[in-house]
Structures are given as structure tokens and as C-alpha cells.
């Protein structure tokens, strides 16, 4: 169907006037000549409604966006038309006799895409037929099938969503499927994968999510090479558990899996955003191979009986301590009926004395209240400071070097199981999926400190 029938569709005001003006179109190909005498040649898109009123957006033949300000536009050439079309021609999903099941379930935005250059749109991709479209090399890897769980973006997937794919993880495993990839938003792919790492225990085969940083109109798109990363895991991997695959280095030379526990978004942009944390990545993959980063993980065995196991109880939160906090932060959370405290503290696991009454009396009123660190890297040492020792008496509960997240999704799955505040503690300083580490590797934390020397020379020996 066509995308739209405004000719102009978002632009207004000046910006509307102009285009007008000159004879264009959204959609119209054209050759525009600004006031300095460069010329820029693309494909006029569509605007936000929300957008400002100044400036025609053009996709340039590069794959990349221009914005001009109509005030220096002196000349447009209009080189051609046509409507987008948000439709991508299926193709039947060859199946080969010897190739592994993979199954990949949808929770929303776009898994995969193909771009019309010619009028810019990028057309989403997710059944069968769609994706061999638009990624064929996912014919050459396995037997794929796919299922649409939900349709949301990532920032509104929640307990009901996390419950709801865990069963429907248990269902394709029982069904028989070689491996499962999870296609999800990157802003709470951490989130999922670890709630997922309690909710499915003992898993015979792997369980990947994945997902991209930039969307596939732009050359630059991880979309498709995260995919096929992801797929290869799932169906050829001897990692069972769950795991996020994304982009390694900022360049496409391999994709990285990270422990479902341990992962999280470290840059608002990069490529290679995902970072294995207090622990190292569990293995390299790419086209040709895989390397095995670790030999502690659970291997693939296609006898074992996975555990579905989506109990959770959501009145749990994340409290972030800064200086100066006040009491009644704490009140206010057990007065609206929360159940489970995180707090992410200071150093060593600390936050200031006059909380301490407030997180007294939490506990005295049922109220889990459990400590990490913000720092992300190392351990809560309560026992180090009188400030740790007295929040150890007053019943706050260390979680070593679990990271808060994590520690957040497994807090609402332990009281889903009971609120036994001893049988809690003990759930919670269980590791059942390497959410604490007995150790940190001495390799793993790393700084390069831009401009330094050192940092310099390192980062030139290996620029290529």
C-alpha cells in the first residue's frame, strides 16, 4: 500500500511553503543546489510532524540523511518519483534436509529490514519469506521459522512480556527446535536476558537475543550481521544458555556472546555497546568459526530438560543512592506497597546514616532490601566500613558483584517464589546463573583513558 497521500507529508509551516514552491514532492528524487554551490542528489523523505519547520530532509545515494535549511536552498531539480511501498517481496524460505531448527521469536521493532534507495523506505522484515529477502545468508545456516510474540518497543516490555516468552521458549524447546533467537530493542535487552536466565533453567539448547544499534537505512546498520551472528549461535553453538549477541569491536570483524546475567548496554550509539561485566565474554563468533572465550557454560545437550519457570512478583525497584538522599525516599516505597529494595550504593556497598532508620523500618515491615554497587565493577565488602557493618545489622543483604539490573530481575523472580525473608537471602546469594562470580578477571576491566600516551600508541599499533 502507499505510504501516504499528503504529498508533503510532515512538513509545515516555511518548510511546507518552500517545497511547495519549488514544484516537490516527499519521495520525489531530486538535485538540489545550495547557496555555497554544492550539490546534493538523494530522495526527499517524510518529517515528523513534531519536527521544526526549517529544513528538507534528503536521503542522500550514500545511504546517509542531509538536513538543508530552505533558507539556503537556491535550485531543485526534480530527477523523478515514486511512492514508497511498504512491502517486501516474500520468497520461500528454502529448507534443507540436513540444516538445524531454529525458531525466532518477535517482541517488537525491527529484527531485520530492506532499504528501497530509490524511495527511501525501510521496510520492515520478520517471517520466513521476508527475512531470506532481505538476509539470504540465513538459508545457507538453518531451517528457520518464526513467531510473533509481541509488538513493543523494548522500554515497555515488563514482567507479563518476561513471563509470557519464557513459556513460549519452553514451548519451542518441547517442540524439538536446535536453537532459539530472540529478536529485542537494545535499551532492556540486559534486562531480558537476565530475568530469562532464571526463568529458564537448564535449557538443552542455546537461546540468543539479539538486536541492532542502527537501524538498516543506514550503511552502517549491525542489523543484518547481528542476525546472522545470531542464528549461527543458536544453531551451531554449544553454549545452552541465554546469551546476547551483538557487535564485538566497533568494526564488523566479529560478533561477541555475553552471559545473559553479566551483559549490559554500556554506550547510547556504539555498535559494540553490549559489555560482558565483572567477567569476560563467553565466546567470538563470526562467519567462518567460533572461539570459545571460557569453558564455563553450560554445553549443549539435547537430552536435557529444560526448567520454565515464570514465577515473579513486580514490586520491586531500583534505588539509586546519591549524596544527600533522605529518608523518606525508603518510606514512600514501602508506603506504596513495594516488596523488594536494590539498592546500588556507593564504594563498597554504603549509603549515608540518616537512611538507616528508614531502611529499619522497611525491614521490620517485610520489605527485602538487598545491596549492589554502582560502580559496576567489584564487589559489595560491607564488612570493610562501620557504614557496611551497620547495614549488615540492620538486615541489608549483600549481593557481591551482581550487577543492579540483574539483580532487580531476580529480585521480582525470588518473590515470586516466597517472601521468606531467611529462605529470600538464601535464594538470593545463590548463583544459578553466574549472576555472582567468585572472582573478577584480571583481564576483564580495562580502561584506556583517551589522550593518555600509552592509550595513544596502543590504539595505533592496533588501527587498521
Not at 53 to 63: I, M, R
Not at 196 to 217: A, C, E, K, W, Y
Not at 243 to 268: A, E, N, V, W
Not at 421 to 430: C, G, L, P, S, T
Request: charged share 20%; with cysteine; aromatic share 8%.
Amino acid at each position: 500500500m502507499a505510504e501516504t497521500t499528503d504529498p508533503l507529508k510532515g512538513y509545515r509551516g516555511r518548510a511546507r511553503q518552500r517545497l511547495q514552491e519549488l514544484g516537490v514532492r516527499v519521495w520525489s528524487e531530486v538535485r538540489i543546489l545550495n547557496d555555497q554551490g554544492s550539490t546534493f542528489e538523494g530522495v526527499i523523505l517524510p518529517r515528523s510532524e513534531t519536527a521544526d519547520d526549517l529544513h528538507v530532509v534528503v536521503k542522500l545515494a550514500t545511504g546517509y540523511n542531509v538536513g538543508l535549511h530552505i533558507d539556503r536552498i537556491r535550485e531543485v531539480e526534480e530527477l523523478g518519483f515514486k511512492e514508497a511501498v511498504y512491502k517486501i517481496p516474500e520468497q520461500e524460505f528454502p529448507h534443507g534436509p540436513d540444516l538445524p531448527k531454529v525458531t525466532l521469536l518477535g517482541t517488537g521493532g525491527t529484527i531485520a529490514s530492506r532499504l528501497d534507495y530509490r524511495t527511501g523506505a525501510v521496510i520492515p522484515a520478520f517471517t520466513p519469506g521476508e527475512l531470506y529477502g532481505a538476509v539470504p545468508e540465513l538459508a545457507d545456516l538453518c531451517n528457520l521459522t518464526t513467531r510473533k510474540i509481541f509488538g513493543v518497543f523494548s522500554e515497555n516490555m515488563g514482567w507479563e512480556e518476561y513471563a509470557t516468552l519464557a513459556q513460549a521458549i519452553g514451548d519451542e524447546i518441547e517442540a524439538g527446535v536446535d536453537g532459539i533467537v530472540i529478536g529485542h530493542g537494545t535499551d532492556t535487552m540486559g534486562h531480558t536476558a537476565a530475568v530469562l536466565s532464571f526463568m529458564v533453567q537448564n535449557s538443552p539448547v542455546p537461546i540468543v537475543v539479539v538486536g541492532s544499534q542502527r537501524s538498516s537505512d543506514r550503511p552502517s546498520s549491525d542489523a543484518a550481521l547481528n542476525l546472522i551472528h545470531a542464528v549461527r549461535s543458536a544453531a551451531y553453538g554449544d553454549i545452552a544458555e541465554v546469551q546476547i549477541c551483538m557487535f564485538g569491536p566497533t568494526s564488523d570483524q566479529y560478533g561477541l556472546l555475553h552471559r545473559g546475567t553479566r551483559c549490559r548496554k554500556m554506550h547510547s550509539s556504539y555498535r559494540s555497546t553490549f559489555r560482558t561485566v565483572g567477567d569476560i565474554p563467553l565466546c567470538r563468533v563470526s562467519a567462518s568459526d567460533f572461539g570459545s572465550l571460557t569453558h564455563e557454560y553450560l554445553p549443549r545437550n539435547p537430552h536435557r530438560k529444560v526448567k520454565i519457570d515464570p514465577v515473579y512478583d513486580d514490586r520491586v525497584t531500583i534505588l539509586y543512592y546519591y549524596p544527600g538522599m533522605k529518608p523518606d525516599v525508603v518510606d514512600a516505597l514501602v508506603d506504596q506497597g513495594y516488596k523488594g529494595i536494590v539498592i546500588a550504593g556507593t564504594g563498597l556497598g554504603h549509603v549515608n546514616k540518616p537512611v538507616f532508620p528508614a531502611l529499619e523500618r522497611a525491614i521490620a515491615k517485610g520489605v527485602h532490601v538487598v545491596m549492589t554497587v554502582q560502580t559496576l565493577w567489584g564487589y559489595a565488602q560491607m564488612y570493610v566500613y562501620d557504614t557496611g557493618r551497620d547495614l549488615l545489622d540492620i538486615g541489608v543483604v549483600p549481593l557481591d558483584n551482581m550487577l543492579p539490573e540483574t539483580a532487580l530481575m531476580k529480585l521480582g523472580w525470588v518473590l515470586g517464589h516466597t517472601h521468606d525473608h531467611d529462605e529470600v537471602q538464601k535464594m538470593m546469594r545463590h548463583s544459578y546463573s553466574h549472576e555472582i562470580t567468585e572472582r573478577e578477571p584480571h583481564n576483564g576491566y580495562l580502561i584506556l583513558q583517551g589522550g593518555l600516551p600509552e592509550t595513544e600508541e596502543f590504539v595505533l599499533s592496533q588501527w587498521k
